[in-house]
């Protein structure tokens, strides 16, 4: 229990490292909590109109989800690192270091994913690029990409080709992003959500 509350802290202050931020402060001079959609991910660093820096913030989150899953699973077991990685997508959208004010979480979770379930994650990444191409609006594809990972882990623990930890954690981290974008789901049904 104490290993798990230990790399669950640890994993919140790593998830709240704001690569979009720095980034964008750093080579801009944007302070993304005061422009576009004022959140530190991957879509409003592309606002900027640097498809680069964009790039960089996208693999900076993603790899932020996998060193700490792959760090807990070396260092302790499989549970911890479900809630060592739950707590990383927390800590980026609710980021100690910027008054709890970050990303949507999308990037940081498909690291995450990479991790536990490498396959689904690349199928659902590539469900998510062709939502993505097709309906320019990178909410709906994030959402589309973790509902595609969860419910292909519910199939695979009903046939039991998947664990009980990994089809809590992929419907709990549903259930959070749906939360995080609960804004980009309001302005989709009405059909003024921003495109990219």
């Known amino acids: 229990m104490t290993e798990t509350l230990t790399y669950s802290i640890i994993g919140y202050i790593i998830g709240s490292i704001p690569f979009g931020y720095i980034y964008a402060k750093f080579f801009t001079g944007v302070d993304l909590r005061e422009f576009g959609s004022h959140s530190t991910g991957t ?6 109109g640097n498809k680069k820096l964009a790039a960089v913030t996208l693999v900076s989150d993603v790899l932020k989800g996998s060193l700490v899953t792959v760090a807990s699973l070396i260092f302790c077991d499989y549970k911890a690192a479900i809630f060592a990685s739950f ?19 999308a990037a ?59 089809l809590v954690y992929s419907c709990l981290i549903l259930f959070f992003l749906l939360f995080s974008h609960r804004n980009n789901i309001n302005r989709l049904i009405h059909k003024e959500e921003n495109t990219f």
């Open 108 to 166: 940081t979770t498909a690291g995450t994913f990479l991790v536990f379930s490498p396959v689904v994650a690349l199928v659902s990444a590539i469900i998510w690029g062709i939502t993505a191409k097709f309906s320019k609006i990178s909410s709906l594809a994030s959402l589309i990409f973790c509902l595609s990972f969860t419910i292909i882990t519910i199939f695979r623990f009903c046939v039991g080709d998947a664990d009980l930890y990994l």
């Open 87 to 105: 707590f990383c997508v927390i800590g980026h959208v609710y980021p100690v270091w910027l008054k709890f004010k970050g990303g949507k979480g």
């Open 43 to 48: 879509t409003n660093v592309l606002r900027c």
